[in-house]
């Protein structure tokens, strides 16, 4: 187990997903920052990846600001 980011194994596990696009795709759609490495690689910070299993890190959606129209 590395200290400082997921093993291939422990992303296969997380995505579900054996090619390195296809486990980004799930990793983003998740909200998880994951970088594809020079060689293709997944990488995925382990200290990111433990907040988001405890709920700390989910992506905040914006919300559309409600506009009025001006009448003058």
């Known amino acids: 187990m590395s ?5 291939h194994e422990e992303i296969v596990e ?8 296809a486990q980004l795709r799930v990793l983003r ?13 997944v990488l995925v910070d382990r200290a990111v990846y433990e907040e988001w299993v405890r709920g700390g890190a989910r992506k905040q959606r914006k ?5 009025e129209p001006i009448w003058n």
């Open 3 to 7: 200290a400082l980011c997921l093993t």
């Open 14 to 21: 997380v995505t579900l997903k054996h090619r390195y696009s």
């Open 29 to 41: 759609a998740l909200g998880l920052e994951a970088k594809p490495r020079p060689d293709g690689t």
């Open 63 to 67: 919300t559309q600001e409600k506009t």
